[in-house]
Antibody, heavy 120, light 115 residues
Framework: QLQLQESGPGLVKPSETLSLTCTVS??????????WGWIRQPPGKGLEWIGS???????YYNPSLKSRVTISVDTSKSQFSLKLSSLTAADTAVYYC????????????WGQGTLVTVSS | DIVMTQSPDSLAVSLGERATINCKSS????????????LAWYQQKPGQPPKLLIS???TRESGVPDRFTGSGSETDFTLTISSLQAEDVAVYYC???????????FGQGTKLEIK
């Protein structure tokens, strides 16, 4: 059974950069059919797609966040990572990593999510 | 961006009764070359990640009870729960995956409760 697990700091200061890692187990991050993405959810609010990556390193970002987002992959560790810079309180959210069965397929496996709070 | 709008925002239904949630997209999510609607439905319970219930507008995921049915095409979609169970209390989201960038946009969510 495919599993994804997010890790990273739960508290980050304004203007700093958030760094999260998603570890994939029970399946291969090098799967040719799969893409890997990040989605966030502010407390009590809806879902926002941040970006996605293929094992080759091809990336796709939400235009609304593109200037601040970097997603990378480390296939040797079965991990992909998110960096989000210039943080404000509006970036406080639960951050989920997820698998997409194809570039144009819905996320079907999700991590449990990690709450990141932006506060001084 | 394709905007997804759900109705109602919240819904209270008696146990055993039917629940209906609507989702409207600002443009068609039907890809004419393959006849597929790029529309999914998710269920999210408190403290949990969203769970994919239905993809391609009407394809139930493995293990999803058959009381959950997705229907609709192009811009208008419906999630129907035929006989509400206590464990169905959750927030439900529709999502389009037709667009290029952003890849996904979600509806605002519909909170389903027991009457």
């Amino acid at each position: 059974q495919l599993q994804l697990q997010e890790s990273g700091p739960g508290l980050v200061k304004p203007s700093e950069t958030l760094s999260l890692t998603c570890t994939v187990s029970g399946g291969s991050i090098r799967s040719r059919s799969d893409y890997w993405g990040w989605i966030r959810q502010p407390p009590g609010k809806g879902l926002e797609w941040i970006g996605s990556i293929y094992y080759s390193g091809d990336t796709y970002y939400n235009p609304s966040l593109k200037s601040r987002v970097t997603i990378s992959v480390d296939t040797s560790k079965s991990q992909f990572s998110l960096k989000l810079s210039s943080l404000t309180a509006a970036d406080t959210a639960v951050y989920y990593c997820a698998r997409q069965g194809g570039l144009f397929g819905p996320p079907d496996y999700w991590g449990q999510g990690t709450l990141v709070t932006v506060s001084s | 961006d394709i905007v997804m709008t759900q109705s109602p925002d919240s819904l209270a239904v008696s146990l055993g009764e039917r629940a209906t949630i609507n989702c409207k997209s600002s443009q068609s999510v039907l890809y004419s070359s393959n006849g597929k609607n790029y529309l999914a439905w998710y269920q999210q319970k408190p403290g949990q990640p969203p769970k994919l219930l239905i993809s391609w507008a009407s394809t139930r995921e493995s293990g999803v009870p058959d009381r959950f049915t997705g229907s609709g095409s192009e811009t208008d979609f419906t999630l129907t729960i035929s006989s509400l169970q206590a464990e169905d209390v959750a927030v439900y989201y529709c999502q389009q995956y037709y667009d290029t960038l952003p890849l996904y946009t979600f509806g605002q969510g519909t909170k389903l409760e027991i009457k």
